[in-house]
């Protein structure tokens, strides 16, 4: 479906210690897990994975180090046919989260950036050149990386799409006229200020992170809601699917990827959201985070959950 596409990826690569309990323990208490596992992860790995296993050919630009875990990161991207050419292995740790998923399904994440902090701005530009047809970048490396790559990549005229995660005041200014920007709820309040909790609000936030990056397209991801687009004129609020939940943990990643290649392939936007919806509803149905990425067959024989 996308195997014409050029894809990169700048950002992290993550070891992902993932904790399953019923409750989160309060200050002081001690509960049993119910079972843990480490999976391969970090936003940009998982994303560089969406795109690899929807048939895009896909580079990663990142930073691990020399270390065990880094090893077993780089062995996973090439076994899902990513290029790790541009993935160097000189960081000091490789890049480590620790996932806790309650009961319901919920995450709470806290991320070691270790190597993904340490990565050369423009030795990660230099990997971007205009034999790529889209650019994918997140907020889980340092500002200058993100900064330098985006805006070479707006300069080689390569369709560039920006996730906003995790959440942080990124300096939006710095970067202006990338194609899509999209935040998830917590992401989109640190970009805005304002929670995008109803429709007005929605609107609010978008048009603020609007103003700030000048986006063609404000995208919020918005968890069982959807997701929302404004392109400056219109909004619109685009309802996901009916999933069974078991972890929510990179389905905004999963919807980045499927968002990103539908919108190089068709140019529609809307059309790209329904797809970014399908593949994060089956991402929330699936444990862990390159685990949960779609194929291309999974999105051709969707069905919404009874
Ligand atoms: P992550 O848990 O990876 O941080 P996120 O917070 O970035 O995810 P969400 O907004 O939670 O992103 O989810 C991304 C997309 O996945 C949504 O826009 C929607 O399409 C889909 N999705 C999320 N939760 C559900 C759900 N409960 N049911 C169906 N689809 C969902
Ligand atoms: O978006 C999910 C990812 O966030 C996890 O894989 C973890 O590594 C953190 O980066």
Known sequence: MYKNIRAAVVGSINMDIILNMEKVPDVGENLLGTNYGYVCGGKGANQATGLARLGAKTKMIG???DDTNGRKLIENLQKNG??????????????????????????????????????????AADCIDDSLDLLLVQFETNEDVVVECVNKAIAQGITTVIDCGPAKNFNLERMQGVEIISPNENETEALSGISPADEASVLEASKIIMKRIKAKYVVL????????????????????????????????????????????????IYTACDMGNKAGSIAVSRMGAESSMPTVDDLLNFKEAE
């Open 221 to 268: 991801k918005l968890g069982s809601r959807g997701c929302s687009v404004w392109d400056g004129e219109n909004l619109k609020i685009i309802p996901t699917y009916k999933s069974n939940v078991v972890d929510t943990t990179a389905a905004g990643d999963c919807f980045t990827a499927a968002l990103a290649l539908e919108y190089k392939k068709c140019g529609d």
């Open 63 to 65: 930073k691990v180090a």
């Open 82 to 123: 990513i290029d790790s050419s541009c993935v160097r292995t000189d960081g000091t740790q490789t890049g480590l989260a620790a996932i806790i998923i309650d009961g319901e399904g919920r995450n709470r994440i806290v991320v070691y950036e270790s190597a993904n902090s340490e990565i050369d701005p423009k030795d």
